[in-house]
């Protein structure tokens, strides 16, 4: 597909100030997310000019580290993990910004020395006391950690002309409505609504952010966009991978917790919402809360009909053997837990009556991709869809979010030849091939949200609470019903046979990725 034009690319605010002068102050700042993440967007962010010229960074950890030791974990996580790898001629006046702080989370001499540190970086660096806090840390630790920062006086409010004070909260926020709430209670004890940045880095990749663009900046999709010319939806989030070293935590979560939650259901939101009559982040999450709000709770004496939950088994996967799921390191033999989860929803609403919404995730897949698929209706069975025994392949759109980030859709066309022979084709778009810049990372999207105040892409409580509503009851019928085995998928497969039933009870099939 051809290059986009730069002389017609249009650049919105979208409601984004820039970022002012700030610390990032990372909790947990020895873990994999900092090291894989958070160093590489902060570094990526500096090399495109998009930091604020005062900006520090301070890991807070446990480790018997100085700043130069940080500085040069650092420099080794950019070097091997960041998309954009070490300047030598940057990296001195980068690192010159980057900091430690020792201390436990329940340590309230830890905090203390943490301010004093933070206070003297301020006027190093020349920058107002503007902190945002990034915990990276379990969510047993979030209530002594917040309320440790309150006590040591590094939370500011939220009046005129003082210092911002933000939070960025990692998932999984709960594991289920119940530990959601008390999350949420314990940081609203400290921090206001306002302040508080509940991150799914799904809402950073490039495509999800351009649903709404492509929606709304569009005319020729959004009259299409309603039960009268949608058949149904598909959203896939596959993994390859088996659970590997976080069996431990997978044991307590699996594919619902882990992946319907948060990804697909924010994903479904930006799918399915109404228009939004500006894009300011309440107005946006308002219509993504209308999503939630219509989504059809699955009676507990239904959800076996509409739910399909499996573990993969032993299989092969790129020539390698995979052992199955409860034979994986730290997984309990007699393990319940789900690896792969189909559901069938329905958002009960005038736009979206009558269109079935298929969501389907999994571990040990044949391969890592995400994406939203738009299956129109057929057309009529007439003209050149009269042939009962060869049916049209009906209009596709998908919007691949991962690994190769684009569009596609599919359309039917005629084949050359005398004869009238129609055959579907794809007219396909992928952002690498139509833009010369390269796509950023999702965490450098929305580390540089926070620090410009913008919530858009953010989950607000609200909707977390209610994703969490409509998932808890799906567990508690699990939990009624006591299944003591699982449906087995070979992996490197598609998934179970009870997914593929499902969806061809209703006269469709999943799509091949």
Not at 129 to 145: D, E, F, H, K, M
Request: with cysteine.
């Amino acid at each position: 597909m051809a290059e986009a034009d730069e002389r017609n690319i249009r650049t919105l605010s979208l409601g984004r100030t820039t970022p002012q002068p700030n610390t990032l102050v990372i909790f947990g700042a020895a873990g994999d997310l900092t090291r894989r993440k958070l160093l590489p967007a902060v570094w990526n962010l500096k090399l495109d000019g998009l930091l604020p010229e005062n900006f520090a960074v301070v890991g807070f950890t446990r480790r018997d580290w100085d700043d130069q030791t940080f500085r040069e974990g650092a420099r080794e996580a950019v070097a091997k993990y960041s998309r954009r790898k070490v300047d030598a001629g940057k990296w001195p006046e980068f690192e010159k910004g980057l900091f430690h702080s020792k201390g436990a989370f329940d340590d309230p001499a830890a905090y203390a020395e943490l301010k004093r540190k933070l206070d003297e970086i301020d006027r190093e660096r020349g920058i107002p006391g503007n902190r945002v806090y990034y915990l990276s840390i379990p969510p047993s630790t979030i209530a002594t950690c917040v309320e440790e920062l309150q006590r040591a006086g590094l939370v500011e409010s939220l009046e005129p002309d003082r210092p911002f004070t933000r939070i960025i909260v990692e998932k999984p926020i709960g594991h289920d409505l119940e530990s959601a709430r008390r999350i949420n209670d314990d940081v609203a004890r400290v921090f206001d609504e306002r302040q508080v940045f509940r991150i799914d880095h799904y809402l950073g990749k490039e495509t999800v952010q351009s649903i709404l663009v492509l929606r709304f900046a569009n005319s020729i999709f959004e009259p299409l966009w309603n039960q009268k010319y949608i058949d149904h939806v598909q959203i896939t989030v596959s993994e390859e991978e088996g659970v590997g070293t976080r069996a431990g935590y997978y044991e307590e979560a699996g594919a619902l917790r882990d992946m319907v939650q948060n990804h697909i259901l924010q994903l479904l939101c930006l799918t399915a919402m109404e228009p939004p009559w500006s894009m300011s982040a309440d107005v946006v999450r308002d219509q993504k809360m209308g999503v939630l709000n219509c989504l059809r709770t699955i009676p507990a004496d239904e959800v076996d009909k509409h739910v399909v939950r499996a573990q993969y088994g032993p299989g092969k996967h790129g020539g390698n053997e995979v052992p199955g799921y409860r034979r994986e390191d730290r997984v309990k033999s007699d393990s319940t837990t789900e690896t792969y989860v189909a559901i069938k929803a329905w958002i009960d609403n005038w736009r979206w009556a009558g269109v079935p919404f298929y969501l389907r995730t999994g571990k040990a897949l044949p391969q890592r991709a995400s994406e939203i698929a738009i299956q129109f209706k057929p057309v009529p069975s007439i003209l050149f869809n009269a042939e009962p025994n060869g049916a049209l392949e009906p209009n596709v759109l998908v919007l691949r979010i991962q690994p190769d980030e684009g569009l596609s859709l599919q359309i039917a066309t005629k084949a050359p030849g005398p004869r009238v022979r129609i055959s579907p084709v794809q007219m396909d778009f992928q952002y690498g091939e139509a833009f010369r810049d390269e796509s950023p990372e999702a965490y450098e999207r929305l580390l540089l949200d926070v620090m410009a105040g913008d919530a858009t892409l953010f989950m607000r409580r609200d909707a977390v609470e209610a994703s969490w509503a409509w998932v808890t009851g799906i567990l508690d019928a699990w939990k009624q019903g006591g299944a003591r085995w699982l449906p087995e998928y070979a992996a490197g497969s598609w998934g179970p046979v009870e997914a593929d039933r499902m969806i061809q009870n209703d006269g469709r099939r999943w799509r091949e990725l």
